[in-house]
């Protein structure tokens, strides 16, 4: 079973900057791509980068030439460094992954996994 465990977050004023980083741990597994989302209280989780494993990127509007979203294949990392943050920046932020998991007995399980969520709050 694949896990996903967080770090960074915390509280900014705005137009300061943030750096999330997520990290992939398990046994017989081979990650594919990798995001983050966010979610506000009351709203649907949004997707805000995503990267293939091959470094493809894409972002949401409200983020592209502020946020960026790398990856190290060989660690099972991705991180997102948030740049001139908003109010509007104000979520929890969730780390994705999409996996491949090799079982003993030969067979291969596709799987999605999420992070346990970090906050993010930025005042004005």
């Known amino acids: 079973q694949v896990q996903l465990v967080e770090s960074g977050g915390g509280s900014v004023q705005a137009g300061g900057s943030l750096r999330l980083s997520c990290s992939a741990s398990?046994?017989?597994?081979?990650?594919?791509?990798m995001g983050w989302h966010r979610q506000v209280p009351g709203s649907q989780r949004e997707m805000v980068a995503h990267?293939?494993?091959?470094?493809?990127?894409n972002y949401a509007r409200s983020v592209q030439g502020r946020f960026t979203i790398s990856r190290d294949n060989a660690q099972n990392t991705v991180d997102l460094q948030m740049n001139t943050l908003e109010p509007d920046d104000t979520a929890v932020y969730y780390c994705?992954?999409?996996?491949?998991?090799?079982?003993?007995?030969?067979?291969?399980?596709?799987?999605?996994?999420w992070g346990q969520g970090t906050q993010v709050t930025v005042s004005s």
């Open positions: 994705e992954a999409d996996y491949w998991s090799y079982g003993d007995d030969g067979t291969t399980t596709a799987g999605r996994v």
């Open positions: 398990g046994r017989s597994f081979r990650i594919n791509g």
């Open positions: 990267i293939s494993s091959g470094g493809s990127t």
